[in-house]
């Protein structure tokens, strides 16, 4: 399909570990991305990976990639209820320029 | 230094009417790019502009067009305002014109149409 698809709602126990799932469609997508929006707020970048990399860590957060399935996940460790907000994954897309595309987005909800 | 700000955060129109809303982008940025936020439709890229140039455009009608200064400065423009055209307006600043270059976003206008 044409869309970035990721689920729609993720809830977690504080403390725990969340992972936010995308499925991108344009496999010459030279990066990829995961921004997060917090209630009334614009989106703020977290992390990226080049296409050419598995794995990337930075913190709290990891990223993987499975270019083959053209899936990108997002871990987070030890979720804070901070953490709560809504997180889009973007790809490059080309369609004649290149453009960024995002996914629909999945809010992640942490309780105490 | 200082991120990417957007005026005004909040405007309320009604239907016909046009809005113009401004985007300052990161200090050395040279290219803004503009999004609509609607439920609905999630998040769709309106256009982008470097070196005071048109550079892409989405999928919107004519209705919605901008224009950046040589300061980089952008403003965009909705003209005959229509109900569905209330959304969350995001421009987001970066080094250089393309897709690789890494996109950072102002906190949004959020036009509201009556």
């Known amino acids: 399909g044409e869309d970035v698809e990721q689920s729609l709602f993720l809830s977690v126990r504080e403390g725990d570990s969340s992972v936010i799932n995308c499925t991108y469609t344009d496999s010459s997508s030279t990066y990829l991305y995961w921004y997060k929006q917090e209630p009334g707020a614009g989106l703020q970048l977290l992390t990226y990976?080049?296409?050419?990399?598995d794995m990337k860590q930075d913190q709290r957060l990891t990223v993987l990639l499975n270019k083959k399935d053209k899936h990108l996940s997002l871990r987070i460790a030890d979720t804070q209820t901070g953490d709560s907000a809504i997180y889009f994954c973007?790809?490059?897309?080309?369609?004649?320029?290149?453009?960024?595309?995002f996914g629909t987005g999945t809010r992640l909800l942490v309780s105490p | 230094k200082a991120g990417v700000t957007q005026t005004p955060r909040y405007l309320i129109k009604t239907r016909g009417q046009q809005v113009t809303l401004s985007c300052s982008p990161i200090s050395g940025h040279r290219s803004v790019s503009w999004y609509q936020q609607t439920p609905g439709q999630g998040l769709q890229f309106l256009f982008e502009y470097f070196s005071e140039t048109q550079r892409n455009k989405g999928n919107f009608p004519g209705r919605f067009s901008g224009r950046q200064f040589s300061n980089s400065r952008s403003e965009m423009n909705v003209s005959t305002l229509e109900l569905g055209d209330s959304a969350l307006y995001l421009c987001?600043?970066?080094?250089?014109?393309?897709?690789?270059?890494?996109?950072?976003f102002g906190p949004g206008t959020r036009l509201l149409v009556l």
């Open positions: 973007a790809e490059i897309r080309n369609t004649g320029f290149q453009k960024l595309v």
């Open positions: 990976i080049f296409s050419n990399m």
């Open positions: 987001a600043s970066s080094l250089s014109s393309g897709g690789g270059e890494t996109q950072y």
